[in-house]
């Protein structure tokens, strides 16, 4: 093992190079760093400005769902893109093991997922005044998700495509609604309506938090829904130069 | 200040060591921690940015909704990319086994 | 006094940090390196909780130790279980790796 | 209702949020999706249409998102040449809607792998729309980190396209083209930050009157410069781009192509000749332009040496990059009015041909069942349409008049000249040279009739394999005659071009 390591530590030419290189740039980098003067203001005062008409009182949401609520917008699409995208990819559907469940085990994620999916809920309605929301929401549903998938129950594969993917299109959907609906009634994407925010925001952070966490579970769990049909694999279309054709 | 500072340069140099593994190392799992240590590192200055003593005034909220923003990504990347180098793994395998058996299906097709 | 004593915590865990992320990105085994990036996720997650964002702390503990660790883990399973008939022939494994039998064994811990 | 007023900014959503609705929906349902897809380009198309009416009626507008004001709310903002880039995109997007479509429908019927094909049509038009949604926002969006968002959706969406076709090589393509992605986008992030520690806003309007500049400003403008460039794959940083781009599908071998690397220059060229303009020295754009000289001839040969018809048209892809960057350089004429239009006809002129060749080449890969340059002779007699919308792609490729693309080299040759740096102008020809040798190989291949060829009867194509790669290239050639009308929608929208250099660049 050490003659292994030995040879992996040494580097040749190239990466000496590269390695200069860095290091060079990355010293640049500090010094310019420390000559830019500690005191732009920042946005913290425009914030603070128009917290209240934000509708929440933690200033993180307000600005994640309020005043730069598109980028958020965006943000779930890139999540539901890597499910779309990983989904795109494999051939198998969800692996189908449901053998060797140990009693401790399940006894253990009998407790903890319920518990989980309480503090999940609780995270992301205190999210509007205090530090939570629907990411950190939707992160504890993934891990629950996840949990029960480690200790092989088979919920993901058992739930209904259908069903699966309304729960991932929930969030966004529901997003992208909403935008529209304030658009209609006060003439800006987004632009909640006066004494609405806060409802607003929160219908939008439950629907987030469910999409997330269903994302996060799927994406774990590295499959696609059962209800499709599984491809059998050819070497054949494989080897060949392009496509799929010989 | 000297917080502010410290933390920023631990995550320039966070960057520059994930930059490095990134270029040398092939391991594909190995190339997306890479990924993952640099995004970090941009995070860390991001947020000490934002960061101001206690008792010194607000903290300026728009950098830690960007790096909630940004983390969420990070992580649904990450994702993909794993999915995609296991991917690669199995393509590139079962094709050595097909080519093996010349043309033959193998009996245990995917996973 | 309190300034010092947060100055000395910072210089810790900066440098607790810094030594994390060169072990975990230079470590021969994946396995071990994945173990150390959740790790690492956690103190970041300290880190955070120090900068005065608790919302980037719970997202950091939730999201970067809580899933992004074991989705490399499950990854690390899934690479292990196709390589075990076959070995890639192209460049793609670890550099110069082909006489080592022993790396297989601690992966697969 | 003030909303559906003709003039309200707020149209200006609706290129975002009609495709990603249709992105949305086209991953609910399985059935149906073409449908939603193509009604959705349709729309995006139409409503392009309309934002161009408003801006020639009303002139440059701003929306913004949510009714916040700049230095804390998203912008969004249209003017000439953002309008043009959607203008290409729509167009190009709505052809190649159609091509995929009579691309998937060829493949499923074929008996050997339906399920297979099935499932990548069923992910591709989610993907898609999903990508045009990300490419019409970054066209649109005036807000650095929004831009950031919108770029991470188009590479992950793209790099999810590209291993689409289920081939080891093309998923090992796309897994290195994930990481250059990602690269490039924590570059640019990177970069983000340094600008926000300096400056303090995001919105590139306030940044525009940062003109002061400083070191930090500097730094923040090399790196966005450097994780875009990845992006665009710029000559020394462009290993990514021929694998990626050659062994995808053929519908996603255009928009890749002909749409993807756009977005991250039409970024990287507006920091540099709009927002930052005042800290732009002469030897950065000199250094651009040197890097864009090399491109041109590296990727022409590189080009001219390909042993497959894909490999070639990627090849050639990263040699028309090398033209976008020669523009830098011959900002110096004329206050930089001009290169604006220089490289906006190159883009749209690129951007048409390049699909259109790389449809062509993937009818001729159904048709025959493969690429391979040299066994392609008798095309000609079974694929008329085809041949001859590669060909007309060609030489809008090459610059002959009266082709987008000759419009924009004359451009460039002139703005050389008259600035008196003769040496652009040489390479440019040599470029335009060489394109024309690699673009007759293949044309002449085409053409040969193989000894012992029997002329039978070719099975029909759909109409929406063949058709839709002529119209891209139609219009790539009559973008030359049409020249006038590109240029005053140009000249409509930068009404403020005059201001950003007032006394032409440094």
């Known amino acids: 093992m050490s003659r292994t ?126 530090a939570g929301g629907a990411f950190q929401g939707g992160a504890i549903f993934g891990a629950a998700g996840v949990l029960m998938l480690v200790a092989e129950l088979p919920w993901l594969r058992v739930t209904p495509a259908r069903l699966l993917r309304i729960g991932l299109v929930l969030g966004p959907l529901l997003f992208v609604g909403v935008a529209l609906f304030c658009l209609f009634l006060t003439g800006d994407l987004m632009g909640y309506p006066e004494g609405a925010a806060s409802w607003l925001i929160l219908i939008i952070e439950a629907a987030c938090a469910i999409s997330i966490g269903l994302t996060l579970a799927s994406l774990f769990a590295g499959g696609r829904p059962a209800g499709e049909a599984r491809e059998k694999y050819n070497p054949a279309s494989q080897t060949c130069d392009e496509e799929g054709r010989p | 200040m000297i917080t502010t500072l410290l933390y920023s340069l631990t995550g320039l140099i966070l960057f520059g060591m994930g930059i490095f593994t990134l270029i040398i190392h092939s ?85 | 006094m309190i300034y010092y004593i947060l100055t000395l915590f910072d210089i810790m865990l900066v440098l607790t940090l810094l030594w994390l992320a060169w072990r975990l990105l230079g470590s021969e085994d994946i396995f071990k390196a994945v173990v150390l990036f959740i790790s690492f996720g956690l103190l970041m997650a300290l880190a955070w909780v120090r900068m005065r964002a608790p919302d980037v702390a719970l997202a950091e503990a939730a ?7 074991p989705l490399f883990l499950s990854a690390l399973r899934r690479m292990n279980r196709t390589r075990k008939g076959e070995r890639r022939l192209d460049s793609d494994e670890n550099r110069g790796d082909d006489h080592e039998p022993d790396q297989e064994q601690t992966q697969t811990t | 209702m003030t909303v559906f007023q003709f003039g309200a900014p707020s149209w200006m959503i609706s290129p975002i949020v009609l495709p990603l609705t249709a992105g949305l929906l ?86 050997r792998q339906p399920v297979r094909h099935q499932r990548q049509q069923r992910y591709f038009w989610p993907l898609w729309m999903l990508l045009l949604a990300g490419l019409n926002g970054l066209f649109l969006s005036n807000d650095i980190f929004n831009l950031y968002i919108t770029l991470e959706l188009i590479g992950i969406s793209a790099a999810s396209l590209a291993a689409l076709s289920g081939k080891p090589a093309s998923q090992l393509a796309s897994f290195r083209y994930l990481m250059v992605s990602l690269l490039g986008s924590l570059t640019y992030l990177l970069g983000i930050v ?53 062994n995808a599908l053929a519908p996603v071998s255009a928009i890749l192509s002909a749409l993807v690397v756009k977005g991250s220059f039409y970024l990287l060229f507006r920091f540099w000749f709009e927002v930052f303009a005042s800290i732009i020295t002469i030897p950065a754009l000199n250094f651009m332009g040197v890097l864009g000289a090399v491109a041109i001839l590296w990727g022409a040969v590189q ?53 259109a060749m790389f449809m062509a080449a993937g009818t001729v890969f159904l048709h025959l069942g493969h690429d391979r340059i040299k066994d392609l002779s008798g095309v ?31 451009l460039m040759l002139t703005s050389s000249l008259a600035s008196s740096q003769w040496w652009w102008a040489l390479v440019i020809m040599v470029g335009s040279l060489l394109a024309s040798i690699y673009v007759f190989r293949v044309m002449s291949r085409f053409f040969v009739i193989p000894e012992g060829f029997a002329f039978k009867k070719p099975e029909p194509l759909s109409p929406l394999l063949e058709w839709p790669a002529l119209a891209l290239a139609l219009i790539s050639l009559f973008l030359g005659l049409a020249a006038s009308w590109p240029l005053y929608i140009l000249a409509t929208g930068s009404t403020s071009l005059a201001q950003i250099f007032p006394g032409g660049l440094p």
């Open chain 2, 27 to 111: 391991h594909p799992l190995r190339k997306i921690l890479a990924v993952n240590v640099m995004s970090t590192g941009v995070f860390l200055i991001l947020i000490a940015t934002a960061y101001t003593p206690l008792g010194q005034g607000n903290i300026d909220p728009v950098p830690h909704a960007m790096v909630l923003t940004g983390i969420v990504v990070s992580v649904s990347v990450t994702a993909l990319a794993l999915i995609l180098a296991c991917r690669v793994q199995e393509t590139s395998n079962l094709n050595l086994l097909g080519r093996k058996k010349q043309g033959k299906v193998p009996e245990e097709s995917s996973k």
């Open chain 4, 303 to 355: 080009a001219m040496r390909q042993q497959r018809l894909k490999l070639m048209v990627a090849y050639s892809t990263v040699s028309q990059l090398g033209y976008l960057f020669i523009a830098f350089p011959l900002a110096r004429v004329d206050g930089g009015a001009q290169v604006w239009s220089i490289v906006i006809f190159m883009a749209l002129a690129h951007a048409c041909a390049k699909s």
């Open chain 1, 5 to 130: 390591r030995n040879r992996h530590k040494r580097l040749d030419g190239f990466q000496r190079l590269l390695l200069l290189l860095i290091i060079c740039l990355i010293t640049l980098l500090c010094t310019i760093l420390w000559t830019i003067p500690g005191n732009t203001p920042g946005l913290a005062d425009a914030v603070a400005r128009l917290q209240e008409l934000s509708g929440v009182e933690s200033p993180v949401t307000a600005v994640l769902l309020n005043f730069r609520g598109y980028d958020t917008m965006l943000e779930v699409m890139v999540l539901l893109l890597a499910v779309i995208g990983a989904w795109s990819l494999t051939r198998a559907p969800f692996s189908e093991q449901m053998k060797n469940t140990s009693p401790v085990l399940m006894g253990v994620v009998r407790l903890l997922a319920p518990l989980m999916c309480l503090v999940a809920s609780y995270l992301v309605w205190q999210g509007s005044h205090l």
């Open chain 4, 26 to 111: 086209c991953f609910l349902f399985s059935h149906k999706t073409f449908t939603i897809a193509l009604a959705a380009a349709l729309a995006n198309l139409l409503a392009v249409c309309f934002l161009t009416c408003q801006l020639l009626i009303f002139g440059p507008m701003r929306c913004h998102m949510g009714g916040w004001q700049p230095p804390l709310g998203i912008t969004l903002r249209t003017d000439g040449p953002a309008l043009l880039m959607l203008l290409m995109t729509a167009v190009t997007g709505l052809a190649i809607t159609l091509y995929a479509r009579g691309y998937f429908t060829y493949r499923i019927a074929d008996p």
């Open chain 4, 380 to 410: 000609r007699s079974s694929l008329p349409i085809t041949v001859f919308a590669y060909g007309i792609a060609g030489v809008s490729l090459m610059g002959l008049p009266p082709s987008g693309g000759f419009i924009a080299k004359w």
């Open chain 4, 194 to 246: 340094f600008l926000y520690r300096s400056c303090g806003v995001l919105d590139l309007d306030v940044l525009r009157n940062f003109t002061a500049g400083g070191p930090g400003m500097r730094a923040a403008l090399a790196l966005m410069s450097v994780g875009l460039l990845l992006k665009t794959a710029l000559f020394p940083l462009h290993f990514w781009l021929p694998p990626a781009h050659a």
């Open chain 3, 63 to 69: 999201l970067g130790a809580g899933l992004t660790g």
